[in-house]
Nanobody, 126 residues
């Protein structure tokens, strides 16, 4: 079992920045990956970014490329999502998820992930 806890959400003005954290406990995912997804009201959950834990390889949705950066800190078993140049359309509940499987592929669909956090709200005002 893996438990994931997101933090760092909040209210920010357009153009501002936030950093989300995803702290993991239980089994480690040193051979797996961590992904970030978001769900806006009335919309389906969508992929945002992901990172393979050991290799550090990343993948981003086109909508956030160049503005968001995903990273991880092994010593704290924590993943991060640095969000810059935020836009009102980035408003959503953000979820982190863990994939424990070893692969070279950076997983980017909900079905790839085994464990999910509870989500943290990000609101960007115009």
């Amino acid at each position: 079992q893996v438990q994931l806890v997101e933090s760092g959400g909040g209210l920010v003005q357009a153009g501002g920045s936030l950093r989300l954290s995803c702290a993991a406990s239980g089994r480690t995912f040193s051979r797996g990956a961590v992904g970030w997804f978001r769900q806006a009201p009335g919309k389906e959950r969508e992929f945002v970014a992901a990172i393979r834990w050991s290799a550090g390889s990343t993948y981003y949705a086109d909508s956030v490329k160049g503005r968001f950066t995903v990273s991880r800190l092994n010593a704290k078993n924590t993943a991060y999502l640095q969000m810059n140049s935020l836009k009102p359309e980035d408003t959503a509940v953000y979820y982190c998820a863990a994939d424990l499987d070893y692969s070279y592929y950076v997983p980017r669909t909900m079905a790839d992930y085994d464990y999910w956090g509870q989500g943290t709200q990000v609101t960007v005002s115009s």
